[in-house]
């Protein structure tokens, strides 16, 4: 070990009890993630909950509706790439 002085060997001393600290707290938030899970802890935040049924149902029109601009679309580029005689 090197050679401290009695205040650099105090500032160590505090530093790690932060340190220890720090670390208790983190385990703590762990834990307490593992126990109750992440989607669990999110779900808190979701008030009120008939707002997860109406981005549902908004994302599921959303999604569906692809399909039929796909077909819009292809067909719009056909008409525009068939050449003229």
């Known amino acids: 070990m090197k050679n401290r002085d009695a205040k650099e060997e105090e ?12 670390d208790e707290r983190v385990a703590e938030i762990i834990k307490t993630s593992v126990e109750a899970g ?11 909950k008939i707002l ?14 692809q399909p039929f601009f796909s077909i819009a679309l292809s067909k719009v580029l056909t008409y525009l790439s068939v050449p003229k005689e």
């Open 11 to 22: 500032m160590f001393t505090q530093c790690d009890a932060r340190d220890k600290i720090e």
């Open 38 to 48: 992440y989607f669990s802890r999110l779900m808190e935040w979701n008030e009120p």
């Open 52 to 65: 997860i049924l109406i981005a549902l149902i908004g994302a599921l029109l959303t999604g569906a509706s």
